[in-house]
């Protein structure tokens, strides 16, 4: 998992100290699941695509660097899984 860094205000840290018993990182996952759900992506889906990326040879910082959007890595696992379809047929 990669940390990335997040800008609170003031009010937002004091509300969290107030609060110990909510768990910031978990808020921040679900703002972003909510932020997938408006723009129709399914995180279920791109777990699944990022872990077929991976399986096919691709680290992380390829898959972000070729990719800028959900559509993209949908074409990138297609093509790679097609590639490797006409390598194997051609070895045959």
Do not use: C
């Not at 699941?33 to 910082?61: C, K, S």
């Amino acid at each position: 998992m990669i940390t990335r860094s997040v800008t609170i205000e003031d009010i937002d840290v004091l509300y969290l100290m107030w609060n110990s018993h909510i768990n910031g990182s978990a808020l921040y996952r679900r703002a972003l699941r909510e932020e997938m759900a408006v723009r129709d992506v399914d995180p279920h889906e791109l777990r699944t695509l990022l872990e077929r990326a991976r399986e096919q040879g691709y680290t992380f910082d390829e898959i972000a660097d070729k990719t800028n959007r959900y559509a993209d890595l949908q074409s990138l696992v297609e093509e790679s899984q097609s590639q490797r379809a006409t390598e194997n047929t051609t070895r045959d």
